[in-house]
């Protein structure tokens, strides 16, 4: 079974602060993606990496940055956590490069900044 | 068991036929339901939103919900091309403090 593990459920910050959230999986996949989930948004992609050390810009990467160093982590970086930051974020990855392969999701990290 | 079960596919149907996407799912606290479609490189985007039991329909897109069964479903009638997506479904508690996915089920339609 593949299984996506977020270094925290819940997580709270305060505005400035820099946050790193991370994600990790165990089953050798090319994709690793994170999203940010609000209500009434849906399910928005901030950033997604198809191999190591490379990385591409999701639908609102704006205050965010990632770091993928080695093929089973994916972090996401918050610079200067701000409140309209405070969401719910899950990490997921996927099998085969360059497709919309089945995603497999983390629990989420659900942050907020104050 | 897995939170929540959905057939990866691939699923190839013609264009105009009516697909059937399905989740199955084990914890009864669920009360809103949805269903994604992304494409290829994309976000997801949410195409419908229920709550409870009961049906819902937007244009060529209706979702179902059967709390009994444990069971949702998307139908999309007279499929176009531009339907081929993976579809995700997904589901939370009333406090929003869970929020499990399906894996997807990538649809395609042939023209």
């Known amino acids: 079974d593949v299984k996506v593990t977020q270094s925290s459920r819940y997580l709270v910050k305060r505005t400035g602060e820099k946050v790193f959230l991370e994600c990790v999986q165990d089953?050798?996949?090319?994709?690793m993606f994170w999203y940010r989930q609000d209500p009434g948004l849906g399910l928005r992609l901030i950033y997604f990496s198809y191999d190591v050390k490379m990385k591409e810009k999701g639908d609102i990467p704006e205050g965010y940055s990632v770091s993928r160093e080695k093929k089973e982590r994916f972090s996401l970086i918050l610079e200067s956590a701000s409140t309209n930051q405070t969401s719910m974020y899950l990490c997921?990855?996927?099998?085969?490069?360059?497709?919309?392969?089945?995603?497999?999701f983390g629990p989420g990290t659900r942050l907020t900044v104050l | 068991q897995k939170e929540v079960e959905q057939d990866p596919g691939p699923l190839s149907v013609p264009e105009g036929a009516i697909v059937s996407l399905n989740c199955t799912y084990s914890n009864s606290a669920f009360q809103y339901f949805m269903w994604y479609r992304q494409y290829s490189r994309k976000g997801p985007e949410l195409l419908m939103y229920?709550?409870?039991?009961g049906n819902k329909e937007d244009g060529r897109f209706t979702a179902q919900v059967d709390k009994s069964s444990k069971y949702i479903s998307l139908f999309i009638r007279d499929s176009q091309p531009s339907d081929s997506a993976t579809y995700l479904c997904?589901?939370?508690?009333?406090?929003?403090?869970?929020?499990?996915f399906g894996p997807g089920t990538r649809l395609s339609v042939l023209p």
């Open positions: 997921a990855s996927s099998l085969d490069s360059g497709s919309t392969d089945t995603q497999y």
């Open positions: 997904a589901m939370t508690d009333n406090y929003g403090q869970n929020f499990v």
């Open positions: 089953m050798d996949h090319e994709n």
């Open positions: 229920t709550y409870s039991s």
